[in-house]
């Protein structure tokens, strides 16, 4: 059973996951799972990035290939994917945060317009 709903924004996640082998999909997909159906989701699939406003990164690793795609929660049952990139560093490139943030402002503006605010 569903815990909370995830849904892509925009064309990003696609993009992302269609670049990637099927091994890696079939991988993502077995991630996003667990975050829609468990309660608690453990930091090895779902990790909240520390400095940022509500920016978590689903955790995926085949063999020692790491990839990450960025996320955030809107109100408490609906995940928003967003891109994703293979993880080759320590530490994930700041790039690729402040490209994440950047669609999570976008995200934001066009519900706020829809909504007419």
Do not use: H
Not at 5 to 18: G, H, S
Not at 45 to 66: C, M, P
Not at 78 to 92: A, D, E, I, R
């Amino acid at each position: 059973m569903k815990v909370r709903e995830v849904i892509a924004f925009k064309n990003y996640f696609e993009d992302f996951l269609r670049s990637q082998p099927e091994k890696v999909q079939n991988k993502i997909f077995k991630i996003i799972e667990a975050i829609e159906t468990l309660e608690r989701v453990p930091s090895n699939y779902l990790k909240f990035i520390v400095g940022t406003d509500g920016l978590y990164e689903a955790r995926i690793q085949l063999g020692s290939n790491i990839w990450r795609v960025f996320c955030f929660f809107d109100g408490d049952k609906f995940v928003v994917l967003m891109n994703g990139f293979q993880k080759k560093t320590q530490k994930t490139p700041k790039n690729e945060i402040e490209k994440a943030l950047k669609i999570m402002v976008e995200y934001y503006d066009q519900k706020s317009q829809e909504n007419g605010n």
